[in-house]
């Protein structure tokens, strides 16, 4: 079907057009309607029914039989370490913290914020969360303390999971001063903190509030996934937009399921079991979507970066994880490919890696300035693809969809 057939298929029957789409998800119970108009602009999709955004993502892969299939890479230059984990290590260590949520009494719909670096244990802590039905809210792990507090009394969550500290090229971010001045400034006090602790900067522990992560996720119990609405919320994450106001946005969990599993194949044209790399933060909605959910409801291996575009060491970085971990399509923003093309013009350093298997490469964030895009193209060879979304739509909503029909990429 050519992409125009399948735009005006969703404009002109898009009750019929999503309820296929649906089919790709498991349900715990079907919905009673697609889509609600009842009181616009309050659109609800797939009302009355149940499933679990965790079980989509780890739990029915392995129950298919695809536990050894690699779910997470993590990569880690600032710190030389590369860890792979299979479906079936995460959905274990993801039982296991849900477990450490449920002991600190954590219940659906309670809200759980996440204020940690890029390092697997944020990814766990998020799927974790939608594991139990609580709504977890991810604060960028560089935001100062007041900001922190806003959001902390805006959301007033339960508990915060967090590390010791964050690991920039040139420096350690210590996060637990940051974390324990945010409580302070706060009027809604959480009633506790678990801390990853990294051995760059292990944190002191406030007795009564804070609890070791490793110790915690040690003696807990599995806990098992908690079918919830498709219309309860997912998450909430927070955009200052045009007014510098933070104000959070509500994600729910079935139309949010469907529509990233839909994007997998038909925006970035993957196919399970192969490789995609979002080289973002998960703090920010691309993290959330295209790092974390959309890879794994799908069923391809996500690829999880703590580095830089340049630093780290150099301007070749991407192209070292695109080789070694066989990434077949990317995702970054143009800022990244400005200052690689910045410090190696003629794309030498990309002639040094083997990136036979790499077929596109999408840019979203900010405007991709038409020289960009060229440079890409030239020393690439591949597709690439500048599409536009934001935080408030969750997805993309303007693209090139590479896995419906390969159209002609207009510059800028």
């Given at each position: 079907m050519s992409y125009l057939d399948t735009y005006r298929r969703s404009i002109e029957q898009p009750e019929a057009f999503w309820s296929e789409a649906a089919e790709a998800i498991a349900w715990e119970r079907r919905w009673e309607r697609v889509l609600d108009t009842s009181?616009?602009?309050?659109?609800?999709?797939?009302?009355?029914?149940?499933?679990?955004?965790?079980?989509?993502?780890?739990?029915r892969h392995v129950a298919a039989g695809r536990g050894d299939r690699?779910?997470?890479?993590?990569?880690?230059?600032?710190?030389?370490?590369?860890?792979?984990?299979?479906?079936?290590?995460?959905?274990?260590?993801?039982?296991?913290?849900?477990?450490?949520?449920?002991?600190?009494?954590?219940?659906?719909?309670?809200?759980?914020?996440?204020?940690?670096?890029?390092?697997?244990?944020?990814?766990?802590?998020?799927?974790?969360?939608?594991?139990?039905?609580?709504?977890?809210?991810?604060?960028?792990?560089?935001?100062?303390?007041?900001?922190l507090a806003t959001r902390i009394d805006h959301a007033r969550p339960r508990v915060i999971l967090t590390a010791s500290c964050g690991i920039e090229p040139n420096r350690i971010v210590?996060?637990?001063?940051?974390?324990?001045?945010?409580?302070?400034?706060?009027?809604?006090?959480?009633?506790?903190?678990?801390?990853?602790?990294?051995?760059?900067?292990?944190?002191?522990?406030?007795?009564?509030?804070?609890?070791?992560?490793?110790?915690?996720?040690?003696?807990?119990?599995?806990?098992?996934?908690?079918?919830?609405?498709?219309?309860?919320p997912l998450y909430i994450l927070y955009t200052s937009g045009t007014?510098?106001?933070?104000?959070?946005?509500?994600?729910?969990?079935?139309?949010h399921a469907?529509?990233?599993?839909?994007?997998?194949?038909?925006?970035?044209?993957?196919?399970p079991d192969e490789t995609f790399w979002t080289a973002s933060y998960v703090g920010w909605v691309v993290g959330h979507s295209y790092i974390v959910y959309a890879p794994l409801i799908y069923g391809c291996t996500t690829v999880m970066y703590e580095g830089k575009p340049v630093g780290t060491p150099d301007a070749g970085a991407f192209w070292r994880v695109i080789a070694a971990h066989d990434v077949r399509v990317f995702f970054t923003a143009?800022?990244?490919f400005r200052a690689?093309?910045?410090?190696?013009?003629?794309?030498?350093?990309?002639?040094?890696?083997?990136?036979?298997?790499?077929?596109?490469?999408?840019?979203?964030?900010?405007?991709?300035?038409?020289?960009?895009?060229?440079?890409?193209?030239?020393?690439l060879g591949v597709a690439v693809v500048d599409h536009w979304w934001q935080t408030e739509t969750g997805w993309p909503i303007a693209a090139n969809c590479l896995g419906i029909e390969k159209l002609p990429v207009k510059h800028g």
């Open positions: 009181r616009p602009p309050f659109y609800r999709w797939f009302v009355g029914a149940r499933l679990n955004t965790c079980w989509n993502a780890l739990d690699t779910a997470l890479i993590w990569d880690s230059p600032v710190t030389g370490q590369v860890a792979r984990f299979t479906y079936r290590e995460m959905r274990d260590r993801v039982a296991q913290l849900a477990g450490v949520l449920v002991g600190l009494g954590v219940r659906h719909g309670d809200r759980v914020l996440i204020y940690m670096p890029m390092v697997p244990e944020a990814a766990m802590a998020m799927l974790a969360c939608a594991r139990i039905g609580a709504v977890h809210s991810v604060v960028f792990g560089g935001f100062a303390a007041h900001e210590a996060y637990k001063p940051l974390v324990d001045a945010a409580i302070a400034e706060a009027k809604s006090k959480p009633e506790h903190c678990v801390v990853l602790q990294r051995p760059m900067h292990p944190a002191p522990l406030a007795a009564g509030r804070d609890h070791d992560w490793h110790e915690r996720e040690a003696a807990a119990r599995p806990a098992d996934c908690v079918p919830v609405a498709a219309t309860d007014t510098g106001v933070p104000k959070g946005v509500v994600r729910d969990n079935g139309g469907v529509a990233l599993h839909w994007s997998m194949r038909h925006i970035y044209g993957l196919a143009p800022t990244a690689i093309k910045r410090e190696d013009p003629e794309g030498a350093l990309i002639r040094r890696h083997d990136l036979k298997g790499f077929r596109a490469l999408f840019l979203a964030g900010e405007r991709a300035d038409p020289p960009t895009v060229a440079w890409a193209e030239q020393h």
